[in-house]
């Protein structure tokens, strides 16, 4: 708004504005209420900060927390591991889901000294690690025609197990199988029986290392894979295995090209040990990872997931998951990622 006057701008002594008055008469009329006997709150005082559905969620999730992955940064390219600590923790995160590859910070070319760095200087930003995950699950598929991408892949799920165990972090994302990788051409079909009894047959190798390493495997249900591709599915599963360690990493998004992710949540129930919040577009024609969007720009029901999430008793983390940092003023999809989150979590 425009001031009506120069006054407004450098207001002369002894003369008051606008912004004066009302202030005066916001003040005068909550002591009023005072010596009435009455109590106004703030909202009363301010009408306008009264819960609104439109701009935010009129309920607080105060069980959910808030957590971004570190694909949404330019990193390594443009900025360093603690840079991205440091972003997240000045936009109001609660933690940052970590990647494991080939060459980075948490690669093979890592041990359990450089973990515990990684550890400490997220505890001396003062930001938690929700999880790790990996792109390694498309490259080397547990359930791959090829024997050796099938030992390799198996080789580098234990690892990064053992990489969450040296950072203290309990949540590691598994893609147990795929039956097609639309968009790698070196993937052979895999048929369903083939890949259903290779990924239990490796996640049963893995369960072992995971009780003693103190880690839970949370089995993505991803749908472009075209493996555990319904609730029932997924429960079969995980249920099969009869570990507490074999739990659930749900992605809202992997499912919106035909599911509601709100319908799933109930079904998995206390199974779900970790969570994507992805968004999706129906509105597009493009199924590559270019079909998620920012959050909010998108398909998703976020009044629906984050309710049926709390009725479930989930009280993990949300973590925001996206694969193309900005390449300009990439902070801005940081912060914007935080603000969203606080509007689905009631926090504003």
Avoid at 49 to 69: C, F, G, Q, V
Avoid at 162 to 170: D, I, R, T, Y
Avoid at 174 to 197: F, L, M, Q, S, Y
Avoid at 251 to 276: A, C, F, S
Wanted: net charge negative.
């Amino acid at each position: 708004m425009m001031p009506d006057t120069p006054d407004q701008l450098h207001p002369r002594p002894g003369t008051f504005t606008r912004r004066d008055l009302l202030r005066q008469a916001t003040v005068a009329g909550a002591g009023a209420a005072a010596l009435a006997g009455t109590t106004l709150t703030a909202q009363e005082v301010s009408p306008a900060t009264k819960p609104d559905e439109r701009r935010a969620s009129p309920k607080a999730y105060p069980k959910l927390k808030k957590s971004i992955n570190l694909w949404a940064f330019p990193y390594p390219q443009r900025m360093s591991l603690r840079e991205c600590l440091q972003l997240a923790k000045d936009a109001g995160f609660d933690a940052v889901e970590l990647n494991y590859d080939l060459d980075n910070d948490l690669s093979p070319k890592a041990g359990p000294a450089e973990f515990t760095a990684i550890r400490k200087m997220a505890d001396e930003i003062g930001i938690a690690i929700s999880g790790l995950c990996s792109f390694l699950f498309w490259p080397y598929p547990l359930t791959s025609n090829d024997p050796a991408k099938r030992a390799r892949g198996l080789e580098l799920a234990g690892l990064i197990a053992k990489a969450a165990h040296h950072l203290g972090v309990e949540n590691v994302l598994v893609v147990p199988g795929a039956v097609t990788i639309p968009w790698r051409d070196d993937h052979e079909p895999v048929p369903n029986e083939v890949c259903d009894a290779r990924a239990r047959e490796a996640v049963g190798k893995l369960l072992g290392e995971a009780e003693k390493l103190g880690v839970y495997l949370n089995m993505e249900n991803i749908f472009f894979n075209g493996y555990l591709m319904t609730p029932a599915e997924m429960n079969a599963f995980v249920d099969s295995f009869g570990n507490e360690r074999c739990r659930v990493h749900f992605d809202t998004g992997n499912i919106m090209q035909y599911q509601q992710p709100e319908h799933w949540i109930p079904l998995l129930g206390n199974r779900i040990k970790n969570v994507h919040l992805k968004e999706f577009h129906r509105a597009g024609t493009d199924h590559s990872l270019e079909c998620f969007r920012p959050l909010l720009d998108g398909s998703v029901d976020w009044p629906a997931v984050v309710s049926a999430l709390d009725a479930s008793g989930f009280e993990g983390y949300l973590t925001f998951e996206y694969f193309r940092p900005w390449q300009h003023y990439p902070e801005a999809l940081v912060y914007q990622t935080s603000d969203a989150l606080d509007r689905i979590l009631g926090r504003i």
